[in-house]
């Protein structure tokens, strides 16, 4: 079983950024691929971005051009730079091996003045 473990969430004014990691166990992380979900409350988990083992990479409507997905295969590491945050990107956010039970323990991320 994979284990995953988020970091670099927090508090931060709208129009501003943050970098979420996610760390992978494992020796083939290389051939996952990897999504990042989000949860509100009183909401269901989305999914905001995901990348392929070859880094294909999918979004979101509501992220295009603000968010990016990307993989350090070397550090088993994905991570989700996030641009121009909004309060509506209020959430705690996940990171997935897509297709599996696989996810980590979630990193809250607040946009607010």
């Known amino acids: 079983q994979v284990q995953l473990v988020e970091s670099g969430g927090g508090l931060v004014q709208p129009g501003g950024s943050l970098r979420l990691s996610c760390a992978a166990s494992?020796?083939?992380?290389?051939?996952?691929?990897m999504g990042w979900y989000r949860q509100a409350p009183g909401k269901q988990r989305e999914l905001v971005a995901a990348i392929t083992g070859g880094n294909s990479t999918n979004y979101a409507d509501f992220v295009k051009g603000r968010f990016t997905i990307s993989r350090d295969n070397a550090e088993n590491t994905v991570y989700l730079q996030m641009n121009s945050l909004k309060p509506e990107d209020t959430a705690v956010y996940y990171c997935n091996v897509l297709g599996t039970g696989a996810w980590g323990q979630g990193t809250q991320v607040t946009v607010s003045l």
């Open positions: 494992g020796s083939i992380f290389s051939i996952y691929a």
